[in-house]
C-alpha cells in the first residue's frame, strides 16, 4: 500500500490487511463528523455493539479456569488434552464419524490455524487455489510461505458457488491445496450440500487436500443449513479450521484449532503429524486458562443463546437487504444468508466524482463517517463488503447516509 500527496493507492489484493484499510478510512473521516457518530460497517467485530455478547456459561468457565490458579503454566503445545477431546466430540455431532483429541490442533484463533495449514502444506514450487473474493490473510500467508496464490472465481449469479471449472484449468502437479470458507467471509453464503460434494469429488480428481474455513460454522440463517465439510472426508482429506471467536462473540479470547477430518487417515501419516506438531512447538497457542474452559463451555452453552445470534443476524441482514434495493448503484446479487457480511457491487457508472471501490469508501468515510470496506480488499474491485453484525439502529442509520452519499452523487 503506497500513501502518496494523500491519496492512497492499493498494490493488489494480497498487500492488504482489513484492519490496515480499515485504520485508513478511520483517519479519513471527518474531525467533527458534522456531530455525526462514526459507524463502521467494516470490521467484523460483533463485541463492538452492546446487542452481541457471549453467554454467561462461557464468561464464568473462563473465570473459575482462572481462579483455579491451575492453568498459569504452559500447555503441551498442540493443546491441552482435555480441550483436544472436547473439541473433538464437539465436531464429531455433525459428522459421520467420530473424531479423536489427536486430530485436533488448538491454535490461537482461526488466523493460526490458516498460517499453519499453510505452513505444513508449503513445498518448494507449490501453488495453493484461493476464492475470489477471499478473506486477505490467505493470501498474505501464502506469500509469506512463499507459495503461489491462483485465484479462482465464485458466482455471484449462483450463490457464491465455486467456479468448478475454474478450478480444475488452475491446478497442476504442484497444486496443495484448494480453500473454502463456508459460511462465507466476505459473502455471506451457505453452501448445500451437493455443491460442497461437488468441490470434495474435484479436490479428490486432482489428488489435493481441501482447507475448509468454518470460523462462521453455523451461523446460518436461511435456506441452506451449515454442513461441515468434513462430512466429505472419506472424498478428499479436509484440514477444518475454525474459532471460538464468532458462535460463541469472543474474538478477542484467541481460541481456535485446526482439525484433520480424513477417517481413512491420508492426514495422519507420520511425517505429516511430526510436521503439525513440530509447528505447534515453534509457535505455540492460545492462554492456557482459556484452553481449560472450552470444555465447560461447549458442554453447557445453551441453544437459546445460539439462537438469539441467529436471530439478530437474520434482522440486520434483512435491513441491509431492504436498504440496499433503495439505493440505485448498489446492487446485491445473493441475500445473505450466513456469517456476519456480504458484498454489494457498485455501479460506478452512475455516480460523478467518483473513481472506483477504494475512492468510493473514502469518500463515504470523510462525507458521512460510514466505514465500509472497498471490495479490492478481498480481491473484487467495484465492490464494498458491508459488515451487519451491529446494533439494528445503527446499520439502519448508516445505510441511510449511505443512501444520502449516493444521492448526492449520482448524476
Known sequence: MNVENGKQEIEAPNHVTIKGMLGLLMANTD????GKKVISLGIGDPTAYSCFYTTSAAQ?????????????????????????????????????????????????????AIE?????????????????????????????RHIEARYFDLLPENG???????????????????????????CGNVYTYQHLEKIAETAKRLGIVVISDEVYGHLAFGANPFVPMGVFGSIAPVLTLGSLSKRWLVP????????????????KSPKFVERLKKYCDICGGPA????????????????????????ILKQTSDICDRKIKDIPCLSCPHKPEGSMAFMVKVNISM?????????????????????????LAVGLKNWVRITFALEPSALEEALERVKSFCQRHSY
Not at 487455489?129 to 509469506?144: D, K, Q
Request: hydrophobic letters at 40%; aromatic letters at 10%.
Open 288 to 311: 492456557t486458562f482459556i484452553q481449560a474452559a472450552v470444555p465447560t463451555i461447549v458442554e453447557q452453552t445453551q441453544e437459546v443463546f445460539f439462537k438469539k445470534t441467529i436471530n
Open 160 to 186: 457464491w458457488e465455486v467456479d468448478l471449472n475454474a478450478v480444475k484449468n488452475l491446478a497442476d502437479h504442484n497444486t496443495v491445496a484448494v480453500v473454502i470458507i463456508n459460511p462465507g467471509n466476505p
Open 252 to 267: 478477542g479470547w484467541r481460541l481456535g484449532w485446526l482439525v484433520t477430518t480424513d477417517p481413512y487417515g491420508s492426514l
Open 351 to 375: 455516480l460523478k466524482d467518483i473513481s472506483d471501490d477504494i475512492d468510493f469508501c473514502f469518500k463515504l468515510a470523510k462525507e458521512e463517517c460510514v466505514i465500509i470496506l472497498p471490495g
Open 60 to 112: 464464568e468457565a473462563v473465570v473459575d479456569s482462572l481462579r483455579s490458579a491451575k492453568f498459569n503454566g504452559y500447555s503441551p503445545t498442540v493443546g491441552l488434552p482435555q480441550t483436544r477431546k472436547a473439541l473433538a466430540e464437539y465436531l464429531s455431532r455433525d459428522l459421520p464419524y467420530k473424531l479423536s483429541s489427536d486430530d485436533v490442533y488448538v491454535t490461537a484463533g482461526c488466523t493460526q
Open 116 to 144: 499453519m495449514a499453510l505452513s505444513i502444506l508449503a513445498r518448494p514450487g507449490a501453488n495453493i487455489l484461493l476464492p475470489r473474493p477471499c478473506f486477505p490473510i490467505y493470501g498474505l500467508c501464502a506469500a509469506f
Open 31 to 34: 474531525a467533527n463528523c458534522n
